[in-house]
């Protein structure tokens, strides 16, 4: 299996380095290169990929990434 790191900035998008494959709701792949940035803000014309409207929007993303409440969430 190959490596893939997702990295996010600060209120951007994020970006997916590594082999990937993206399913959609409906079940169906979605093509993705090796090098992608996925929409964070949700404002995006191009869903699930990035287009840049978080810049044009304002978007202000969480100050930090909250990874104990998430485990535990899907811990259940």
Same mark, same amino acid.
């Given at each position: 299996?190959?490596?893939?790191? *997702?990295? %996010?900035g600060?209120?951007?998008?994020?970006?997916?380095? $590594?082999?990937?494959?993206? *399913?959609?709701?409906? &079940?169906?792949q *979605?093509? /993705? $290169?090796?090098?992608?940035?996925?929409?964070?803000? &949700?404002?995006?014309?191009? !869903?699930? %990929?990035?287009? &840049?409207?978080?810049s !044009? *929007? &304002?978007? =202000?993303? /969480?100050e =930090?990434?909250?990874?104990?409440?998430?485990?535990?969430? =899907?811990?259940?």
């Amino acid at each position: 299996m190959a490596d893939v790191t *997702i990295t %996010f900035g600060d209120n951007g998008s994020y970006h997916v380095e $590594g082999t990937i494959t993206l *399913i959609g709701p409906d &079940g169906s792949q *979605i093509e /993705a $290169g090796e090098d992608i940035w996925l929409c964070r803000c &949700g404002g995006s014309a191009t !869903k699930p %990929f990035c287009d &840049g409207t978080h810049s !044009k *929007i &304002g978007f =202000a993303a /969480a100050e =930090a990434a909250r990874v104990e409440f998430d485990r535990k969430k =899907a811990k259940g």
